[in-house]
């Protein structure tokens, strides 16, 4: 273990094997860091913070203090994070302002520099969140997905497994898993996040029409959902099950995309 002679860590906090903390780093009491962490310059680690091994978190990143209005002196609340989990500059993640409650990050996510993670958010493992994307608080983000650069999310949204987030966007309801989002709208499958996540081309396809009918059919939101629990694949129903659960609603799908080819469609969507 190696502690700059600057660093302030509370005896109260436990410290794994193998661990750096640099320069004016601060943590406090009842934290727990695991073993062959990284801690950068500049990092303060708040109260009942918990980080997992082999963790990277970078400098002048701000973990596990409450952003709320509301007074919360001796709320004893947490932040989770999981194993090998990479933190870079300027992040900052709070703790919820209400007893025994959680914010937590998974394992092997990456959080790119200035991203804002607000109280009560879940984000699942693999999850990749670019520069200055800023989730607000109760959101939720499913395994594996993938969100670009300033992105902002509402409160209480959710994005689902294996979406991908195009640059920019505004985000006021939820993403349904595997779709590819870009200026707002739905515009069809993750078709490359598919692929990476080894799915077969059968499964590829399921997922492909469930999208299509869902967002580009013309349908209602009932029939659509009709049609597709007709199929039997798991992410399919997934899919089908993440949009009845919305209580926000459903992120609109391309009007351009309604009722043309598949074809025409991803041509219009590699052009956006």
Known sequence: MAIHPTAIVSPNAEIGKNVEIGPYTVIEDDVKIGDDCYIDAHVKIGQYTTIGPRC?????????????????KGIQSYVEIGS???????????????????????????????????HDCVVQDHVTIANHTALSGHV???RGAVMSGYVLVHQFCRIGSLAMIGA???ISQDIPPFCLLQEGYVVGPNTIGLRRAGMSNETRLAIRHAIRT??????????????IERNPT??????????????RGI????PRFVGISEDQRENLASKA
């Open 84 to 118: 090998d989990t990479v933190i870079r500059e300027y992040v900052n993640i709070h703790r919820p302002p209400f007893e025994f409650l959680k914010t937590v990050i998974g394992s092997h996510v990456l959080l790119m520099a200035f991203v804002h993670v607000a």
């Open 56 to 72: 990277c978190i970078y400098y002048g990143t701000f973990i596990g203090e409450p952003q709320d209005h509301r007074f919360y």
């Open 140 to 142: 939720q983000v499913g």
């Open 214 to 227: 869902y967002f580009f059919e013309g349908l209602n939101a009932r029939n659509a959902l009709e049609e």
């Open 234 to 247: 798991p992410e399919v129903q997934l899919f089908s099950s993440f949009i009845k659960e919305a209580h």
């Open 251 to 254: 992120m609109p799908g391309n």
């Open 168 to 170: 920019g966007t505004l």
